[in-house]
């Protein structure tokens, strides 16, 4: 598995169906645009993924849009509100977007995004963070990656009353998912040029499953000789990076220290409505999500700011090997923002989504 | 009796006035006969740069006079259990003040900290993260208390080894431990004058277990009608607080969650190397270095000598104010707050280059 990504994400043909599943890329992409699902989602979830549609024709990108919306009940193949088509769909494309989803508040079903993960398997929770230039926050020098181990560690939601007033809640970490984290993480630092890797635990506190954990990331930094690899306990993460988040390159961590870091990192970058986030399964799957809420009480005004679903847009052409058009919007949306003639009501301006969508349009 | 202890409690617990001004006192603290005897305090020096900053509270103290004697034990993070004799020392005294102790990694020796958490049931611990004038940080504002539960928690140390590569840790949440600490964190902000507490969870995702804390706390906010409670979810509280601190006071939160808003609180508002702090239970009192990050330091700090006192000496001041013995308290603290402002005397983590020495010498000489 971990050398079909390699293929995947290399590109370097060391098999002849390497070369020729990218030989037909390079050949078909002006002729047979890719399929990819889209799920709007709701709230502000339709007015932004317009806007993601729009940009992307306007840089000639040749991919064809899924869509797919979430069900008002639930599907008893799925136990939930997600259709087992849409499901189906990623599972065929392997590449999706997906915008804010809010949860129905009820019983008896999974939440949308438990069903998301544990149908498509997605196992590493991939988020960058870098300062934009031109939208000033208290950080200006923030250049890191955190990829957050995504399917068991502390939310695996395996908890029980033992007597009245006690409860315990089961932690689990297994050398398969720690191994496959780990591997992705440094496959993702080669890839994109990253120098240095760390590992975020508390092992010293919890020492068999921090420590297997940790065991998983010093066995495949061993394989990787040219990136430092480091290990930091959290808590000294989090005063560091506070303090000087330019000490940090890449993040690997298990579940609950990864929602907690991945946060903390958005919140020293501007925040949830900048941030672009990549969700990677098994076989190669990639379903890039904005992680901002519906924001129902903006919903259909056209205030939303898209830059979260675009920028995660992005991520998601740089995964399919589309990096001169990445390229391209990314720095489009840098320029805009940077302007600062069009900014959205959230970053301080008082343009529409449609005026920033045109901007960056215009700045392609 | 009981009116005159709460006023002396509030003025002990409350900080002293602005140091821009002389240290003037409103209230004379009149003292019962017997109160000035000098008080027995076991002091653990640690691991690290332990030693250099229970070394620089040593001299501190010995310059001021403060009736305070330390009973010396050594206790490195190796050891497999804490010497009895030292928490026969402990127990004796009720007061204890440590340097850092290190946790190796993986050595299949259980925390040191934990067990003298555990056996003393010292089930609070207090970190206060303010801005330090003089000292220039990002966030401005800064005044936040994060009370943490200290006991149980993801900190139960309770692991095992299902199948070879499968590992399960049980994180434990009573309501008896999560009512102590809502408890004490709703009466440290009665005693203090504080206006809002905020407990941190994450109760979308563990619901039973960080539910029952929610649960805790709500019931013990209706008893205290006076000051505000809310709640925020870990992550979102983490983002918070990079972006807006001041929207928090005290903050309530189980084990792991208090380290890392401890130590992110601390980061924001001037670094670990700064902030006061303790453990407190019923009956004993375990002060040290605030937030846990950096508190044993690396070798080059320890080679050089270059560690940061400031926290350690800052925390001691708490803790003559435990001890009841406000004046000493305010005059070291004046002191160590006239060095920060002036700016001369400061180590590596604050902007400067000096050893721990000079700092203390400093503080010295700026004691009135």
């Known amino acids: 598995m971990a050398a079909f990504l390699a293929r995947r994400l290399l590109g370097t043909s060391t098999s002849s169906s390497a070369t020729l599943i990218s030989a037909s890329r390079a050949f078909f992409s002006s002729t047979t645009p890719i399929k990819a699902t889209l799920f709007p989602g709701d709230g502000i979830g339709p007015e932004i993924a317009e806007s993601v549609k729009q940009v992307f024709t306007a840089a000639d990108v040749a991919i064809e849009w899924d869509e797919h919306y979430v069900s008002t009940e639930v599907d008893p193949r799925t136990n939930s509100f997600l259709t087992w088509e849409s499901l189906q769909s990623v599972l065929d494309n392997k590449v999706g977007l997906k915008g804010p989803m809010a949860t129905p508040i009820g019983k008896g079903h999974r939440s949308l995004n438990l069903t998301l993960r544990k149908e498509l398997n997605l196992y590493a929770n991939v988020r960058p963070c870098y300062s934009l230039p031109g939208y000033k926050t208290r950080y200006d020098d923030v250049d890191l990656i955190t990829i957050r181990e995504n399917t068991e560690g502390e939310y695996s939601g395996l908890e029980h009353q033992v007597v009245k007033g006690v409860v315990e809640s089961i932690k689990i970490i297994t050398r398969k998912a720690s191994m496959r984290v780990a591997e992705y993480a440094f496959l993702y630092a080669k890839t994109h040029g990253r120098t240095k890797v760390s590992a975020i635990h508390k092992a010293n506190i919890m020492q068999k499953t921090d420590g297997l954990f940790l065991q998983c990331c010093d066995e495949v930094a061993e394989k990787y000789p040219e990136i430092e690899y480091e290990k930091v306990v959290i808590d000294n993460c989090c005063m560091m990076l506070v303090k000087n988040p330019a000490l940090f390159d890449v993040l690997v961590m298990p579940n609950l220290y990864g929602d907690i870091i991945s946060d903390l990192c958005a919140g020293l970058v501007g925040g949830l409505g900048l941030t672009p986030s990549c969700n990677i399964g098994e076989d190669g799957i990639a379903l890039a999500e904005a992680v901002h809420g519906s924001a129902p009480d903006i919903a259909g005004k056209n205030l939303a700011n898209p830059t979260a679903l675009l920028l995660s847009g992005v991520m998601m052409l740089r995964h399919l090997k589309l990096n001169k058009q990445a390229e391209q919007i990314h720095s489009a949306i840098i320029n805009t923002i940077a302007e600062g003639k069009y900014r959205t009501a959230d970053l301080g301006g008082t343009s529409t989504t449609t005026e920033f969508t045109k901007a960056i349009c215009d700045h392609l | ?368």
């Not at chain 2, 403060?66 to 490195?76: G, I, K, S």
């Not at chain 2, 340097?99 to 003393?120: D, I, W």
């Open chain 2, 1 to 368: 009796m009981a009116k005159r202890s709460v006023s002396i409690l509030t003025r002990l617990l409350t900080n002293p006035s602005s140091p821009f001004t002389a240290p003037t006192r409103s209230i004379t603290y009149m003292p019962r006969p017997g109160d000035g005897a000098p008080r027995t305090v076991t002091l653990i020096p640690g691991d690290g740069i332990g030693p250099l900053v229970t070394g620089a509270v040593e001299q501190v103290f010995e310059a001021m006079h403060a009736p305070v004697h330390f009973e010396r034990y050594e206790v490195r993070g190796h050891m497999r259990r804490v010497p009895e004799e030292v928490m026969e020392s402990v127990k004796r005294n009720k007061v204890c003040l440590k340097g850092g102790l290190a946790t190796p990694v993986g050595g299949g020796v259980s925390s040191l900290n934990m067990q003298l958490r555990k056996e003393l049931d010292i089930f609070a611990s207090l970190v206060n993260c303010i801005n330090v004038p003089g000292l220039v940080t990002r966030h401005e504002n800064v005044d936040i208390v994060v009370i943490r539960e200290n006991t149980e928690g993801e900190y139960a140390g309770l692991e095992h080894e299902v199948v070879p590569g499968v590992v399960e840790s049980l994180k434990v949440i009573t309501k008896f431990c999560s009512e102590r600490i809502a408890r004490y964190a709703f009466e440290y902000a009665y005693l203090n004058n504080r206006k809002k507490v905020t407990a941190v969870h994450k109760a979308n995702i563990m619901k039973l277990a960080d539910g029952l804390f929610l649960e805790s706390c709500r019931e013990v906010a209706k008893a205290y009608p006076g000051i505000t409670y809310n709640e925020i979810i870990v992550d979102n509280c983490c983002m918070q607080l990079v972006a807006k601190p001041e929207q928090f006071d005290v903050m309530v939160t189980p084990n792991l969650y208090g380290n890392l808003i401890a130590n992110t609180a601390a980061g924001i508002a001037g670094g670990t190397g700064v902030m006061p702090g303790g453990n407190v239970g019923a009956e004993h009192a375990i002060f040290e270095q605030g937030a846990s990050a950096g508190n044993v330091g690396n070798d080059k700090i320890v080679e050089q000598k270059k560690a940061n006192p400031v926290a350690l000496l800052l925390s001691s001041a708490m803790m003559l104010k435990h001890l009841q013995f406000p004046t000493f308290a305010d005059r070291l603290e004046v002191a160590v707050k006239q060095v920060i402002r002036e700016g001369k005397w400061r180590t590596k983590d604050l902007g400067g280059d000096c050893t721990t020495q000079e700092v203390v010498d400093a503080v010295i000489a700026a004691l009135d």
